[in-house]
């Protein structure tokens, strides 16, 4: 009877068909076999770091650290949601000793291997299903080799007490169990235990500090979605200074007692600098903003955009007007949007290395600016393709100086108004989660209505980089 289906019926049919498609879909998932999740996330650089089969939405770490010993005890709490269904998973999770794993409050089997950490949860976990992952473990932490030939990462202790976490790109596993790849972004809280004076500034937000006699417990929480390489504490004692940039954001920076006058004035301009980059890239993504000055340790001299807490060396080279641009300019690239894949390093330095740029020059007239760009370019030497580094020595100049040459190239390709609007919409669509090359060069396309495929090849996978545009 074609007259008892109306409108409304037609509705309810089409309700109920959705129903029974994903009932027959979970009803799939439940009766498959339980797999075990992959030990590798899938990087097209490093297949093996991060880990499959599951999702990881929010870490809890809760630790008391003594910064005399270097010695850590606590619990990481991990809440996931699990891809596929599951009889076993991996996390990583380098030297420590693990005292005890539950997953959803069950005691679990776990065995180890280098920094792969096996758990066999006693019932297989269902597919599209949260779990809770509790992990108790103590140690003294250092940090790890790097794959991509950036020395040792992680969590450095120095002899004085102070501790730093500078992780990228793929030691966050020296300090806490995590899917290690910024494609599985989660948001965090740290509560970090400490005895006085000591004083921990960690990213995110300061929530609390709890006054538990001869220690204290600092409460931070970040809860935009953070790539691992990015989660950081820092332990030590510091002069704590405060201001509000424009627009409200709130900064807050630690430095060192004894760190020099000279090189702190210079992160005085970060205000100035946070209206400047939301003016080109759009509101800026975070709350909060500021820096922590680490000890003087073997990973300096260095800088690490911490989101929402950048983390830079006490060397006079780590506290220029150009490195505190281009950490801040990570927040909304590399930090908001992350990388889909190591490879892509370029990507989020070259723009952070151009935003330096930008702010060093922003007195400038184009053509002076050109001018100073074609000059670096002239002088430079690419050792392998921009997009194209050596996995095992991935932080060269062709990424940072290349990279941001590229992106000269690419303004005076599309023009102003095309660039900025391209570097704004990518900012804004894919803001807190990940995008790959092809989806940058989508945006710029669509923002400039030029097709753009040959330009990128001849610029990104080639040692031999063509003139910039009307240089020629
Ligand atoms: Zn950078």
């Known amino acids: 009877m074609l007259a008892w289906c109306g409108a409304e019926n037609r509705k309810l049919l089409g309700k109920a068909l959705l129903i029974f498609l994903l009932l027959a879909l979970a009803g799939c998932q439940v009766f498959r076999r339980p797999v075990a999740g992959s030990a590798g996330i899938g990087d097209t650089y490093y297949p093996d770091l991060g880990n499959g089969g599951y999702d990881v939405e929010h870490y809890k770490i809760v630790l008391s650290v003594d910064p005399q010993r270097n010695e850590i005890s606590g619990i990481a709490s991990l809440e996931a949601q699990a891809i596929d ?4 998973f991996n996390l990583e999770l380098q030297g420590l000793t693990i005292d005890d794993v539950q997953v959803n409050g069950q005691p679990a089997r776990y065995s180890r291997q280098g920094s792969e950490l096996m758990i066999t949860p006693s019932r297989s976990l269902a597919a599209l299903r949260p779990f809770v992952v509790e992990i108790a473990y103590h140690g003294s932490p250092g940090p790890g080799p790097s794959r991509a030939g950036v020395g040792r990462t992680g969590w450095f202790a120095a002899q004085d007490g102070t501790i730093n976490v500078i992780s990228e790109p793929d030691n966050a596993s020296t300090w806490y169990p995590v899917n290690d790849h910024p494609r599985d972004k989660a948001s965090y809280r740290f509560e970090i235990t400490v005895p006085e004076p000591w004083m921990v500034a960690a990213t995110g937000s300061l929530q609390q500090v709890v006054d538990l006699g001869a220690q204290n417990r ?30 409200g954001i709130h900064i807050r920076n630690y430095f060192p007692p004894a760190y020099p006058a ?15 980059f939301s003016n080109l890239f759009g509101a800026y993504p975070f709350d909060t903003y500021g820096v922590v000055i680490t000890a ?11 989101q929402t807490l950048s983390i830079h060396c006490p060397d006079m080279l780590m506290a220029t007007e150009y490195v505190i641009a281009h950490e801040i300019a990570h927040q909304w690239f590399g930090d908001s949007v992350s990388l889909e894949n190591w490879g892509d390093l370029w990507l989020k330095e070259g723009l952070a290395s151009y935003a330096g ?9 184009l053509d002076t600016f050109t001018s100073f760009v074609n000059k670096r370019k002239n002088e ?12 095992e020595a991935m932080y060269g100049a062709e990424v940072y100086i290349g990279g941001a040459i590229f992106f000269h190239a690419l303004r005076l390709q599309v023009g102003d108004t095309a660039f900025f609007a391209a570097l704004r919409t990518y900012a804004e669509r894919y803001q807190y989660s990940n995008a790959s090359v092809d989806e940058f060069i989508q945006v710029v396309e669509s923002a400039s209505g030029q097709r753009l495929a040959s330009f990128f090849n001849a610029w990104l996978t080639e040692t031999k980089l063509p003139p910039l545009p009307g240089e020629d």
């Open 380 to 391: 430079f030497n690419l050792a392998a393709p921009i997009a194209q580094p050596n996995p």
């Open 357 to 365: 740029w930008l702010w060093d020059h922003r007195d400038e007239d």
């Open 218 to 247: 600092y409460v931070w929480v970040m809860q935009a979605p953070m790539a691992s390489y990015l989660a950081s504490i820092n332990v030590g004692q510091y002069t704590y200074e405060e201001e509000f940039a424009p627009g």
């Open 85 to 88: 269904r599951l009889s076993s």
């Open 296 to 306: 003087d340790g073997p990973f300096c001299p260095s800088a690490l955009e911490g």
């Open 262 to 276: 000279e090189h702190k004035e210079n992160f005085g301009a970060m205000p100035e600098m946070l209206a400047y």
